[in-house]
């Protein structure tokens, strides 16, 4: 839970939002907050040891719409983007054929 408006501004991103964004969709991503080096003081925000970013893709339009995955809002490079493991087990097959990563 990110119980601070601060957290909230750092923590949570709209990387498509403006004249990039394709009509009806809408990309949030959610990143993890990073441990302070020592160790030592807990993180700011919310950390999930595995999940270093979180990508949601609404998407409204009644098409399907491909997107470019968005670079990393830290702009540290943080892995391919992969589907959450209880979605990629998701049995409907109107959802796994809407959810694609190439």
């Not at 990309?27 to 949601?56: C, H, I, N, W, Y």
Request: hydrophobic share 40%; glycine share 4%; net charge neutral.
């Amino acid at each position: 839970r990110l119980a601070r408006t601060e957290d909230v501004l750092r923590q949570v991103s709209f990387p498509m939002a403006g004249p990039k964004q394709p009509p009806a969709v809408l990309v949030m991503e959610l990143t993890s907050a990073e441990q302070l080096p020592d160790q030592a003081s807990p993180p700011t925000g919310v950390m999930d040891p595995s999940f270093k970013r979180l990508v949601v893709v609404f998407n409204c339009s009644p098409l399907a719409t491909t997107l470019q995955a968005p670079a990393p809002a830290s702009g540290k490079s943080s892995g391919q983007l992969v589907l959450h493991p209880q979605q990629a087990a998701f049995s409907d097959p109107r959802f796994s054929s809407a959810c694609k990563i190439e």
